[in-house]
């Protein structure tokens, strides 16, 4: 088990980029970088609105490193090494939440369930691109205005509610739950 965590699957990376999360969100969290819009246009976001696509680009290249026919044969079975491993990243997410902000472990877990899910019926380049372009989706197209001029976000914007959002932690979690088990199938963790 040794060689799976350290040297086959190299699961260490995403406990560096869990950190090297944290340390963004601390340091340049709060910054504000433009983005361009879909519509035209530029829109601002801070930081740690696109940090988490460190931890998920981390997971999809562990995860991207097997040996088909050694795995294949195993007597235990690699999968559920995969998604207790996946589980402990958000559960890592979530405590870096407590300082970070609790919207940074609530998009982590979505857009692990997107890369998950993307990654079953494709692979890991297009479920980092597809996280990726979700980000700038609603950073762009998924913002709103109340008619007293507050900005909101679309009701399908879910990475830009309010970290005390409770509809959105239950989608978040409800996606992330539908991800492991779509992951968990034939394709997903070998």
């Known amino acids: 088990m ?28 709060g910054t504000e970088i ?21 931890v998920v680009v981390a997971v999809l290249y562990c995860l991207e490193r097997r040996l088909e026919a050694p795995e294949s044969t195993a007597v235990v079975r690699l999968r559920r090494w995969d998604l207790a491993v996946v589980s402990l990243t958000a559960v890592l997410g979530h405590l870096l939440g407590l300082f970070a902000g609790m919207d940074v472990p609530r998009n982590l877990m979505l857009l692990l369930a997107v890369a998950l899910v993307v990654r079953r019926f494709s692979n890991e380049a297009a479920a980092g691109g597809a996280c990726l372009l979700l980000l700038l989706a609603t950073a762009s197209l998924g913002r709103d205005y109340e008619p007293s001029g507050r900005l909101t976000g679309q009701w399908w914007a879910i990475p830009l ?30």
């Open 161 to 190: 509610y309010p970290p005390e959002s409770l509809s959105a932690w239950a989608v978040a979690l409800a996606l992330f739950g539908c991800g492991l088990l779509s992951s968990g199938r034939s394709r997903g963790f070998r």
């Open 34 to 54: 433009p983005v361009p819009g879909f519509i035209g246009g530029m829109v601002s976001m801070r930081v740690e609105y696109f940090a988490p696509l460190l």
């Open 2 to 29: 040794k060689l799976y965590f350290n040297v086959m699957r190299r699961w260490w990376t995403v406990l560096v980029a869990t950190a090297l999360l944290g340390l963004v969100c601390w340091s340049l969290g």
